[in-house]
């Protein structure tokens, strides 16, 4: 397994809800990462992005670790929720909040951070 794999799950697996999208939170590069970070916003989530725009091999990587082939990627304690749409739809209804809240615990909203983290490096900001 290659070292961006390995970086691309513990992303995955440690960080609360992380969004795999095309730029980062300051710099959005695809009207879709844009529509899934903005439902994250809403719903208060604190959010660990991954630009996987710097090497073809990372989205690479991530689909080959999620089984899903497009970008954006949102995951929530190590589940995959899926793409822009599903996200999109699970704010509108609500239903986004009761799964972070679920998964969270009820206070998660209180530290609703943003951070980017750089798989091909290991850097966190």
Known sequence: MSEISNRIKDVIENEPVALFMKGTPQFVMCGNSGRALEALRAAGAPVTAVDILPDP???????????WPTIPQVFVKGELVGG?????????????????????GAGYGEVAEEHVVDVLSGARA
Do not use: M, N
């Open 57 to 67: 091999s990372i989205r690479q990587e991530l689909s080959a670790v999620s089984g």
């Open 84 to 104: 822009a749409d599903i996200t999109q739809e699970l704010a509108e209804t609500g239903e986004l909040r009761k799964l972070l809240e679920e998964k969270l």
